[in-house]
Structures are given as C-alpha cells and as structure tokens.
C-alpha cells in the first residue's frame, strides 16, 4: 500500500521550465517598458503590465513548486502538493482580472485614440514576441503539470497580446486606423478568459476532489471486479493529490479462503499499469464481514 511518505516524482524539470520562463519574461518586460516609454505607445505599455502581472503569476508558480516538494510530515501527510493546485486557482483568477483590464483599456482607445510611434512599437512587440514564443517552448513540455499549466495559459496569454500589439501596429502603419489596437486587445481578452475559465474549472475538480479527467470510475470499478475471486467492489473513490498523481480508496469483497495478499497485488497491479494510478488503499472483505458505520458509494 502507499503510504504517505512515499518520494515524489523528481521534477527538476518542472524547477528548471519555470525559473527559465521567469528569466525571459523579466528581459520581456524590461524591453516594453523602455519600447512603451520611448513609443508613446499604450498598448505596449499596457502590454507591459500584462507581462509584469505574469512575472508576478510565474513568481507565484516557482514558489508553489518549491514549497509542494517539501517532504510530508504528521500533520501535513501528503505534503504540500495542493498549493500547486492552489497557485493554478489563483493564476486563473489573476487571468480574469487581467481580460477585464484589456477590455476597459480598449474601450478608453476606441474613444481616445493614442498618438503611436509605430517604429520603436512593433520593434518592441517582436522582441517580445520571440522572448514569449521561447518562453511557451519552456514550459509547454510540463503543461500536463496544473501549476505549470497556468504559467503557460499566462504566457501564452502575453504572445497573443504581442501578436496583437504587431497586427494594429501595422495596421495604425498601413491605413492610420488607430482602433485597431483597441480592437485587437478585445480579441485577446476574450482568448484569454477561455483559457482562465478552462483553468479554473480543472483546479476546483482537484480541489473538489473530483475523479480526475481520463479516468472512467465505472471502469476502474469493472476492472478491479474482473479480478479472480473478487465478487464486489464498493465505496470506491478516486481523486487528485495533485496534477499526474491520482489516489484511490475503496473496499474489495473476495471469496472466502482467496489468499487476500494475492488478490491484492493483483488488483493494485491491475490499477497501475491500466490506469496509472499508483497510490490506492484498499479494503479487502470477505461475505461475511458486518460494515459498521456510513458508507459513502
């Protein structure tokens, strides 16, 4: 059985995506906010809030992925795990208040354009856009991780923006339609509270204890009653520690005299290698054990 101390998966990688992507948005930023300055441009300066408020949420994510990683103790017996889920939680809400600034920014440029240097903007929009383009190339290879994902989400977040910043710079360029830009940012924001409301939902199916997403509960329970001398499976539950580490309970019934240690390894073998789950606690019955006490099915 998996206990509660069992080591983690290493993830120097998930460490590494993170501080890396960290390191390129702060160069990001840097650069837009002296584009911004020198452009007299508001959409790359509120580009450039955009990407401070995802250094804040990378910030957020680092942090969460070193305390997560400690070890578990009494009183905290799967460790802290969680805070991944909870870091993800508060990006994407972070995401939602950042499309509503996009959208109230736009609204203000549609009424009062700005006057744009072009140059020095779409120079500045492409170097960020090659920093964010290098930045999701960093941590998309993590993104099954929650907390990682919702760094992606942010920084994926900031490409679309730079995308749009180049789009109404060349066409403020072409044509001297200065809207462009407001109407540019609207597109971004709408993108980015899809991307927020995707996130949110996966965290508070974590946080809800839901059964994770890929994992059939009715098949798990078939799989494990298709086990030789197994006759019932109730009170069976399967939830997320975290992103990529399901856990399972329930109580197994099994004819009289089945050798129970048997029956066990099977059925956990069964679990990991179809259903990858590799942290189960089972209770293993016989017909006529009496359950005492409320059983949740």
Known sequence: MSGPGC???????????????????????AVELIGGWWANSVALLSDAGHVFTDLGALALSYGAFLLSVRPAGVRRTWGWYRLEILAALLNGVLLVGLAVFVVIEAVGRLKSPPVILTGPMLVAAVLGLVGNLAAMAVLYRGRGNLNIRGALLHVAGDTLSSVGVIAAGAAIVLTGWTQADAIAGMLIAAVIVISAVRLLAESVDVLLEAT??????????????AVPRVSGVHDLHIWSITSDMPALSGHVVVADGAPPGDTLNTIKRVLYERFSIAHSTLQIETPSYQEFGEVHD
């Not at 080591?7 to 930023?29: K, N, Q, S, V, Y």
């Not at 059939?216 to 078939?222: A, C, H, M």
């Open 212 to 225: 994770p997403s890929g994992i059939n509960l009715l098949e798990v329970s078939d799989a494990i009653a």
């Open 7 to 29: 080591a983690a998966h290493p993830r120097d990688g998930e460490r590494w995506r993170l501080r890396t992507a960290f390191g390129i948005t702060a160069a990001i930023l």
